[in-house]
Each structure stands twice: as C-alpha cells, then as structure tokens.
C-alpha cells in the first residue's frame, strides 16, 4: 500500500511533530510509509494536486484547528477525484466530534481519536490484511456502509519510550527550523479552558531517551527546540537535568523554549538559572488573569504573588526571555478587571506580552458551560468568543487593537525608552498610553496596512506631538536613540534628525585612534584599524542627558539641556537582552574653536 501521512503546518518555519511520531510508530511494518509537510499558506490547488500525483492508497491527515477547513476541502477533493483512496483524520481537531465529522462528510472514512499512535498502526495493519472487523480497534471512528461506528475509548500510553524516535531520519529538514519536541505528555493542572485538562495525569519519557533526541537536534542545527510539554517544570529534578544536559552541550545558536509554571520555580532551580548562557532558554508563562475569582473559575491553581516575585528575579538575570500570556474573555474577567491584568503583568516588562483573545475549544469544560457565562462565537475554526456575560464585542475589538499596538510596539523592543518615557510622565498606566494609542490608530486609519519599523518611529513621534506635545525635542531625542540602539549602521530619517551639528567625521576618527579611548570603552578593538572600528560603532550627539534619563526609568524631573555624545557600540555575539553598549563620551571630544 502507498500511504502518506501530512498535515498543514501555519508556517514554514515549524515543522510537525505528530506525523514524525505516526511515521516512527509504523515504520517496521511499513517502511515505504511517506511525511510530507505543507502550510496553511499554500494553494489548495496546490496541495491536491501534489496528493494526487503520489497515486495514494491511503492519506492520513493530522487536524488542529488553523488547519481542519483546509484539510476538508483537500480530502473532498482527493475523494471525488480517486474514489478509492482512503482518508483518515486524526489529532485534537477531530478527536471530540468525530462521529459527527463522519457523518457530515461522507469524504472521510476513518477518524482516529484520543492518543494515535496504537490505533492508526493497528487501522493499516488491518487495512492490509484486508480484515473488515474495525470494532475492536480501540480509539476509531469509521463507517460501514451508512451506519458511523464509534469504538471504546484507547488507554493512553504508559511506557512512552515504546514509540520510536521521531528523529531518526531526515534530520537535514530540520536546519534553520522550529523542531517541536516532547519529554512529558498531560499536564497536573486542569485548567477549564484547556484541552490538557481532558487527560489525567502526566506520563514522562526516560531522561535517557530525552537526551538522546535532544542531542541529535542540536547536531542538526535546528533554530529551535520548542517543548510542547505543557507544564515542563511538572518534575523539578528531571526538568533540571534537562537544562543541565543542554548547558553541557556547548549550544551555539539554538534556543530552547519551554512552558513553565512560575511558581513552581523554587530558589534552587532559579540559582541554577541565573547562570543560563543568554539567550540559551525562554520561557513561556501562562498567566491569564490576575484576577482571583477567574482564576478560580477556570480552576487554574497559582500563587500570582509568587509568579510575580519569580518573573521578577528572572527578568533581573538579564539572561533568559521571558513570554507572558493573558486571555480576554475569561468568566468574571471585564474591561476593568482585563485592565488590572494588563497592568499587574505589563510592570514586570517580560521581553514578550501576548494578549491572546479566549477560543471555546472542542472537549474544553468551558465550551460545555457557554451558556453558563453567556458566550457567543462563531462555532467554527478558531471558535473565538466574540462577547460573553462579563465583556461585550465593542470592548473585546478595543483589546484587538491595543493587542495590534502591544505587539508591534511592546514586544519588539525597538521603542523601549520611547514608549517608556510615554508611558512613565504622561499616562497613569500603560493600558490606558495603548487604548489612547489604538483609538489614534483607528482615527488616523493606521490599521490594516503594512508599516516598516520607520514609519511604526513616525506614527509613534506624530501621536506624541498630537496627544502629548510637551517637551518635543527631547521625544525625538529619546526616539533617536532607540533607532540608533536598534539599527546597526543606521540611516537616521529625517524626522527624528539632529537639529544641531554632527559630531565630524574626522573627531570620530580621530577618538577611534587613541590608545586610552580604546581602552577605556573598546578593549576588544585595540590594535584594529580606525577605519575598521567606524563600522562596528556609532557616535551620535543629543540635545540631552539621554543616558541619565534612561537610568531614572525614562522619568522627567528635571531637563538636561547639555550636549551629550554617545558612542554606541554593536556587539557580534547575537546576545538577546543588549543590542550594544552605550558610553557617554562628551568630555573625550574636543571641537575646534
């Protein structure tokens, strides 16, 4: 038999764990047994037609839910084109609904739920074999003639070092890609608006076998490692060991990202992080809601104080990028209620803030009890609530577009002294700077159309002069400088451009050439030409102390009117958290009279 197993990933960066886990389970018995990885982004045309040039016995589809409606389309398709050819769902898209998926599309012959390895090896062995008795396979939906078949429930897998390695071939299509990896499966938590909480219990691999995995995706030279373990730090000594196994690797260029839950984050474990080679590990934070009485609705068991004292020293190591998450829409969780959670979290500054919008997903306990908080949303792919009891639609689009500002301004780091400053002298809380910000997006039409990183500075200078308007020159001041940390050899525009004469090109050399400047400020530059050097720095001049500003947290309480001149210094070490080094060189340049 000729059988593929494929999926539709959301971009071509990541790669599929689910199919290399399907391949790896029923390669012995099926050597030839094909993967193919296509996107979301890719013509559906496209797709079909690719499937149908393999002259495919059987097409196995793993569904999520950014790709459910396209995998449907392409199995109808591929039914009315090669009537023959068999077609199996499977993954979490599929797995709660499956009788009616069949018999809402005739297309389908089998549905494969709950955990796949174990059944789809025992469907094909049986396709094979031409055996028509399907009801004893554990964990399958299918149809005989007109009537859908519904078989038990699956066990889950106990020993999971059963299945083989997903990783044992085909390592080159990894290079340069997000590998999504796996040491545990379940999760301790029942949080209500998740899927983990439908499995109890967490079921670990062996360390022994995680490290064999991991060592051969670092040999492989993946972007990066992404555990989908849902709480990694579930066991402390055998998340530790994992982290310390990685460490001893000597990565280079490969970051590790894992899902942790704060406060279980004990002094132990965070001594051991505060000496992570930068940039080596980021962490995922689910936090939600500040708010206790949601919290305690969707039964997510954390101590915020904890979490926050834990984010808090993280951010503090200067090593390790921190990814907070919060959900609007949660029960009890308002406008009012959504903007305390913005605030409580926005204060610790995580190098990533993502606002994600509450999605009613199939086998959740929250999408059992819609009624009970008095969700609406559209029962289709990504089953977003649109308003609820607690929040309405006009407030939940408000939060669309302060999640628009959030991650273009916030999160990329490029305005971080800017929008601090805003944010520090002139709004009350950073929610209300990002909802004044959002409704001049919206008035001045900003939204929906693509903005390079100047003109994301321009926008930012425009709304401070029309919402703000004190003390101009020192905002474009201060948005010089984030430019010029941000962009290596920049071509400063003309709208944040000194209004004062430049430094000469002929001091700037003429300081790069001696000995004590180098000593002083570039050591890892000694004995190498000016003219070599000029490209790795940049000096500027400001109107103001900018320096002094920035280490009083962007607060204006008093202005430097002084000439100040900065040697900006751009590091070669792809660190995370300091772009380049910023000296105040003032006293070092003498102009001629």
């Known amino acids: 038999m000729k059988i593929l197993i494929t999926t539709l990933n959301s971009k071509f960066i990541h790669t599929s764990l689910s199919i290399r886990y399907l391949k790896s389970f029923v390669k012995d018995d099926f050597p030839d047994i094909e993967i193919e990885e296509y996107t979301i982004n890719q013509n559906i045309d496209y797709i079909v037609g690719e499937i149908f040039k393999k002259n495919l016995d059987i097409v196995a589809f793993s569904c999520y839910i950014w790709n459910i409606e396209s995998i449907l389309q392409i199995s109808e398709v591929l039914k009315i084109v090669n009537p023959n050819i068999k077609i199996i769902l499977g993954g979490p898209e599929v797995s709660f609904d499956g009788e009616t998926l069949i018999m809402n599309n005739p297309f389908i012959d089998f549905v494969v739920y709950g955990e796949g390895e174990e059944t789809f090896k025992e469907l094909l062995l049986s396709l094979k074999n ?52 796996e040491s545990s499966r379940g999760c301790p938590f029942n949080c209500r608006f998740c899927l983990s909480s439908t499995i109890r219990g967490v079921r670990f691999f062996s360390i022994e076998r995680v490290k064999e995995d991991l060592k051969k995706l670092i040999d492989a030279e993946v972007k990066q490692v992404k555990f989908v373990d849902r709480t990694f730090n579930a066991k402390k000594e055998y998340a530790l060991e994992i982290m310390n196994f990685i460490m001893e690797q000597n990565v280079k260029n490969i970051n590790f990202h894992f899902e942790v839950t704060a406060h279980l984050l004990d002094e132990d474990v965070l001594n051991f992080l505060e000496n992570v080679p930068e940039g080596l590990f980021q962490f995922e934070i689910g936090v939600q809601s500040t708010n206790p009485i949601t919290l305690e ?92 009891n607690y929040i309405k639609y006009g407030e939940m689009l408000q939060l669309k577009g302060i999640e628009d500002l959030v991650e273009k301004y916030a999160n990329e780091l490029f305005f971080g002294n800017s929008v601090s400053y805003i944010i520090n002298n002139f709004y009350d809380t950073p929610f209300d700077f990002f909802e004044s910000f959002a409704m001049y997006w919206e008035r001045e039409d900003l939204s929906g159309k693509s903005h390079s990183r100047v003109d994301l500075y321009r926008i930012l200078l425009e709304f401070y002069n029309n919402s703000v308007g004190e003390y101009t020159e020192l905002f474009r001041n201060i948005i010089r400088f984030d430019f010029i940390y941000n962009s290596k050899s920049p071509t400063i525009p003309e709208f944040i451009e000194s209004k004062k004469e430049d430094v000469p090109k002929n001091k700037k050399h003429e300081f790069l050439k001696k000995q004590e400047n180098l000593v002083k400020y570039l050591p890892e530059y000694i004995d190498t030409p000016a003219k070599i050097i000029i490209n790795e720095v940049y000096i500027e001049r400001f109107n103001y102390d900018i320096l002094k500003l920035i280490k009083r947290d962007n607060r204006v309480d008093e202005i430097n009117l002084s000439d100040t001149i900065i040697l900006f210094v751009y590091k070669h070490d792809r660190k995370v958290f300091e772009k380049c080094k910023c000296f105040d060189v003032t006293d070092e340049f003498i102009y001629g009279e």
Not at 146 to 156: A, F, G, H, M, T
Not at 159 to 171: F, K, Q, T, V
């Open 297 to 388: 609705a969707i039964d997510r068991k954390t101590n915020t104080e904890k979490l926050m004292k834990v984010v808090k020293k993280i951010k503090s190591f200067n090593n390790i990028h921190q990814h907070l998450d919060l959900i609007a829409g949660l029960p009890y969780e308002d406008i009012g209620s959504f903007k305390k959670s913005f605030n409580d979290i926005y204060a610790l500054r995580p190098e990533k803030l993502q606002l994600g919008f509450l999605k009613l997903l199939k086998g959740s306990e929250l999408r059992y009890k819609k009624e009970l908080y008095g969700y609406k949303f559209l029962d289709k792919p990504p089953y977003e609530v649109l308003e609820s």
């Open 130 to 181: 031409k055996n028509k008795n399907l009801k004893s396979i554990k964990g399958l939906i299918f149809k005989d003639e007109k009537k859908v078949y519904v078989n038990e429930p699956r066990p889950l897998i106990q020993d999971l070092d059963i299945i083989p390695s997903p990783y044992d071939s085909n390592l080159g299509d990894f290079k340069n890609r997000i590998v999504y990896f």
